[in-house]
């Protein structure tokens, strides 16, 4: 008989009292600070997260325990996850109301409307080990910080361990052509791999670009004035992804939206595909027999000889239409106290991995050893517009998909050359 | 005769009882028929103004701007049609468009009479087949289409099932994953979604065809054939033609069904001028840009409605 999945019930019991206790004296400072002209309420938009109890740590913990400190209540509007929150806070933006401050997961669209929060970020840094600079290329612009980073989510190759031993694979692949060597195995067997390649949001940029920047090829010069994809490298890495798709996948991965690899995982018609842990949350919730032979590997190393992780990111700005912006920073500030942020980053299961280096040895990464793989994630994480800026090109080439739909078109019968054509024009365009 | 009869036939009591409850000047402004009709039709117009009217001027106005999110907008004329007109994007979305409401539309019109002649006959259980054959037309759109996306899942959906368990193929085709298949998908789950209105409709005009029209065709010697051609089509045709032109407004907007299947992947092969629009608005945030696709669609409809208004006059 399935041994259920190991309760955490005491440790998140601790975890919720002690954070409670905390918060309030953490608080304490805040009545004193605001208590002139308070505003009654904050609203803080947030995508709902796949850990469920990152959220209701927030809802039960953290939140009455700001409003019990200093009489402001916490509104916390959660967004629906899988791509509908950066629409949301879109119509947020121009219509300048829904919340005074929120999770802003492509900080490049929305930068020109929030304030800054440099004294804030700063002072977390400081407090907290110092940022990983990778993330400062994001929320810093033009000197001041526009949002502080909360954490990353994570993408790393998530694979069948029982199956990949099947076909004589006993350690995951270290390069992509080992890679597509064990695919090719696995296929043979029934167990495709499930490279997301469709137009949705993460999936299929976490491996791509990973991919890409192993071959040498970055998409835009460190500039971001000059496109730099129309390479030999890129041909080569273009192949390599067609062969990759025809050799060792499902089919309909090159159409899969947001939700379809994680779909196709936990039903069993695949064997690997690049993810966050959500897919291994999920089944050691429903499947625990699933869940115990689930694994995660590192993105494998190009031609190159280097690997590279895609950050996902989530950070928090606070909107310059607020009523009171001040109000929403000094929450800001609140939450990303060390008292109220560790006990909040733990009750998910370290799923949002801060940029901060006070949290490389944290605990947390202890807890299930096949989560602290993810910490790797941010030593060779990039932004997908890296070694250029991230600004709102760089964003409009990712949510048009461009380098993706390179890809999907060369997988789906487009000659090499002309998938690349294709994509450099539209990024010529898009970069003016 | 009563005091009362007589009296009414003197005209004595006939006059009250036929004049008018008035407001003074107010009550007989009021009684002017276009008056009254006006003040009716004000709160559904206000609304259409506030809701569809003011949008779509905002939309206008965006489409001449370059307009991105958080940012103020500068004029730039007709620089974003220019954008757009360079944009192989844009013109896949646009012939995905076309080929996707022209192919939807036919299926439907001609599958919709053909659920109606069969719904025209008498045979058990007939009201129950009605109401079932309306329930596509009822499920919210999101909701089907997520129906759907299992239905035509690869490994386990219903379909590939169905060929495998039947042994017409040992694997389905990849019905989202391969462009042609793709398309021939959301082609199909808007014909599954759109039948019941012309089947309906079409119904509702096949019962409005007199019997004797029928009665004299077979006397003139015309078969089941030749009632349906030189009877049936000629009085259905108003109602079909109607029905197609409503049809080809809504397939040509449609969204809710393409966002939720493929999000106009893989590869753009199924981008609709209505998903690309979302797509550069709320997406890439060229809220410039994605107007002027949306706008670009303002002709088309435009052609439409005059098409419609043409034929409802004639009808």
Redesign the interface.
Known sequence: MAKPAPSKATRRDFLKYAAAGAAGVAAGPWVSRNAQAKPVSITFARESAYVKNFDDHFQKVMAPAYEKATGIKIEYQIQAAGGSAPVQLVSMVENKSGADLAWVQQEWLYRDALVDVSDIAEAVGKEQGGWYDEIKRLSIDKGKWKSVPMGNIGQLMVYRKDWFDEVGVKKFPETWDEFLEAGIKLKAKGHPFGMSMGHGFADNYSWLYPLLWSYGVTVMDKDGKKVALDTNETAKAVDFVRKLYKEACIEDCVGWLDPANNKAFLTSQISCTNNAYSIMVSAKRDLPEMGKVIEHGLNPKGPNGQRYHALVQVTHGVFAYSKDPQAAKDFLRWIMDPKQFRPWIASGDMYFAPYLHGFDKAPEWDIEPRVKPFQKVLETGKLTSWPAPANRQHGEVVNRWIVIDMFTKACTGTPTKAAIAEAVGQLKTIYG | MSKVLEASRAGALSAPAHRPFRFGRLGAFMERESVFSWLMLTPPMLFLLAFLGYPFIYGVYLSFFHK????AASFVGFGNFV?LY????FWQAVRNTIIFTGVATILKASGGLAMALVMNQSFKMKSVTRAALLLPFIVPTVLSTVAWQWIL????GLFNRLLVVSGLATTGP??????TM?MISIIMVNTWRGLPFFGISILAGLQTIPVDLHESATIDGAGTWGRFRYVTLPSLMPVILIVTTFSIVITFFDFQLVYVL????????THLMATYAY?????????GLGSAVALSMVPVLGLLLVALTFFVRKD
């Open positions: 991105e999110v958080a940012r954008k360079n944009d192989p994007i899942d690869p490994g386990m990849s019905w989202l994953g391969n462009p793709a493929t999000g106009g992947g893989p590869a753009n092969s797509s550069l608005s709320m997406g890439a945030g060229q809220m």
